[in-house]
């Protein structure tokens, strides 16, 4: 049976919460990633995780409606980046959960391509621990659950939004999407910052948040150039290991 929500009658569904299925809600963002990969970028790479686990997990998962636009405001200054407020994309991803619940499900995983998410999705972690002790939150980025295959990679001394990393995983997803013939390296070394941008990237904390045009002209941090498929691969191997292991663990509990 299909694993995604969408797909299945309203008897299926009722079928797959009763089994104690977790619910899996792909979150991404709609914003510039530099001239060589689509606004979609995000939301792409979530579903393309959950997909993943959803396939090494049969009938354990469901996925459930995407969120296709996110936090986005440090991107406002690109053409197409469409951002919704911290409190509206908490409170949407927040009705996804409760509507979910009200049949049945009770575990939720959210996979967020887009780490500006990841503030509003700890605000409502703590929100549902208040209001919804019966539930169980938990969410993932996409790459920071690669951190090995990161490690070892060769990244830029600057590194981030539509570089190395991002890109390669879309080549291994989405390779029909990537413009390779516009990819371009942005910012990559921290000479080419201002003082301020400079020490907000040299530390996680004190954390700062900052334009993406103050960090690079053409919103890329990286060089894509040097992005491959195989890279994507891995990062994605070992993202879908990581969440697997985590669900298969949280089921027995």
């Known amino acids: 049976m299909t694993a995604k929500l969408a797909e299945m009658t309203t008897v299926e569904a009722a079928q797959a919460a009763e089994s104690g299925t977790v619910a899996v809600i792909p979150v991404g963002a709609f914003e510039q990633h530099g001239a060589g990969l689509p606004l979609a970028t995000d939301q792409i790479r979530a579903e393309a995780l959950a997909d993943a686990v959803a396939e090494a997990l049969p009938g354990k998962v469901v996925i459930g409606p995407g969120v296709p636009v996110g936090v986005s405001p440090h991107h406002q200054a690109f053409a197409g980046t469409v951002s919704l407020r911290p409190a509206l994309f908490a409170a949407v991803v927040r009705e996804y959960v409760e509507s979910l619940a009200a049949h049945g499900w009770q575990r939720f995983l959210v996979i967020t391509g887009h780490g500006g998410n990841n503030a509003t999705l700890g605000t409502l972690a703590q929100d549902l621990l208040r209001d919804r002790p019966d539930l169980e939150l938990a969410w993932a980025p996409v790459t920071v659950l690669a951190k090995d295959t990161l490690a070892a990679m060769e990244l830029s001394p600057v590194s981030g939004h539509s570089g190395e990393a991002e890109t390669s995983q879309m080549l ?63 990062i994605f191997a070992e993202a879908t290991d990581r969440v697997v292991a985590f669900i298969k663990e949280w089921l027995d509990t």
């Open 172 to 234: 291994h997803v989405a390779p029909h999407l990537v413009r390779r013939d516009l990819l371009a390296p942005g910012t990559t070394t921290p000479d080419e910052l201002d003082p301020f941008a400079r020490l907000a990237r040299s530390v996680s904390h004190p954390a700062v948040a900052l334009p993406y045009d103050r960090l690079s002209p053409s919103g890329v941090l990286g060089d894509p150039r040097r992005a491959t498929a195989e890279d994507g691969r891995a």
